[in-house]
């Protein structure tokens, strides 16, 4: 289904953040009812509806108050149940980038290591699926929704302007900001993870505002969503590297993962550290002004310069 994910310039903000929202649950619930997605993509799909859903519900939180962060706490927690199922698939993801970049070095893996770890993976990957993605979990998710949309359909935003709008989109620009480690050289996973959610977060609520500038708008979202792919890349590897551990499924080949890992992380935190450099090199507060400037230019002729 077609979702509406931004603003048109000179609209009334409130009615159509209202629709956005309305239109970021029944998404989210198309998915789930679908029959022809599997129970992997269904997974997946509806992690990635609830990072939407929640990174507007965090957007919103100075209008909507305790009950958007209720629902918000609601969808994490909902979210966090699914992620079991998609920590295998994160490790096989890592596994298959970093067999890739380190092809043809001398730490690469065997061909046989490589068949008998994705086989591993398959295997554990399936029996999370059938232990996580019960009845139970959608019975709840669909209840969530269902309550999530009489919600929305309730909100009171009349009176949200954009002045509002941009001083919420800076607040999680600063966040943001503010996250970015202060030693590249050596980051914490914490911090990278801290970014990652911050990242995501204002990738999505950027959405709302790419008519503002199509160009720029466009090419802001994207390099927003090339940072999100690296720190989410370090993060699978992490995962991978869990995997690798003492007792662990792939513990017998740790010798093996660990240097294929390290060199990889180096890559992708080098090329993240870049994309964050530009991204968030202007401050909040100046963020903030050309957001309201684009908006007052746009909305006063509707041409694109």
Same mark, same amino acid.
Not at 116 to 137: C, F, G, P, V, Y
């Given at each position: ?17 209202r ?38 519900l ?14 918000r706490?609601?969808?994490? +927690? &909902?979210?966090?149940? #699914? =992620?079991? !199922?998609?920590?295998?698939? /994160?490790?096989? %993801?890592?596994?298959?980038? *970093? ?20 086989s ?19 019975? +709840? &998710?669909?209840?969530? #929704? =269902?309550? !999530?949309?009489?919600?929305? /359909?309730?909100? %009171?935003?009349?009176?949200? *302007? ?42 999505y609520?950027?959405? #709302? ?25 370090v ?37 993240a ?16 002004k ?16």
């Amino acid at each position: 289904m077609n979702v509406r994910s931004a603003i048109a310039p000179g609209e009334p903000v409130g009615g159509a953040l209202r629709e956005i929202a309305a239109g970021a649950v029944a998404a989210a619930q198309a998915i789930l009812d679908d029959p022809e997605r599997d129970a992997t993509t269904k997974v997946h799909d509806i992690r990635r509806a609830l990072k939407r859903w929640r990174a507007l519900l965090r957007l919103l939180e100075p209008v909507l108050g305790e009950a958007g962060r209720a629902l918000r706490m609601q969808a994490r +927690d &909902l979210a966090r149940r #699914l =992620t079991v !199922a998609r920590d295998a698939q /994160s490790a096989i %993801d890592a596994l298959n980038d *970093s067999i890739e970049a380190c092809e043809g070095l001398p730490i690469a893996l065997p061909k046989k290591s490589i068949e008998t770890i994705h086989s591993r993976m398959q295997a554990l990957k399936a029996e999370n699926e059938r232990n996580i993605w019960t009845d139970e979990i959608q019975t +709840d &998710l669909s209840n969530y #929704l =269902t309550a !999530a949309a009489w919600q929305v /359909s309730h909100w %009171d935003m009349d009176g949200v *302007s954009v002045d509002d709008l941009a001083g919420m989109l800076a607040n999680t620009y600063r966040r943001a900001r503010r996250s970015i480690p202060a030693d590249w050289a050596n980051p914490d996973p914490e911090d990278l993870h801290e970014l990652r959610r911050r990242v995501v977060e204002h990738r999505y609520q950027m959405e #709302l505002v790419e008519p503002l500038w199509p160009r720029l708008g466009k090419v802001w979202v994207d390099e927003a969503q090339r940072l999100r792919t690296r720190l989410g890349k370090v993060q699978d590897l992490e995962m991978l590297t869990a995997k690798a551990g003492p007792h662990q499924p792939l513990a017998h080949w740790r010798s093996r993962l660990t240097p294929m890992i390290a060199y990889r992380q180096d890559q992708h935190i080098r090329a993240a550290r870049k994309i964050a450099t530009r991204l968030f090199a202007e401050t909040p507060k100046g963020f903030r002004k050309r957001l309201v400037a684009l908006w007052e230019a746009q909305s006063g002729d509707g041409e694109e310069e």
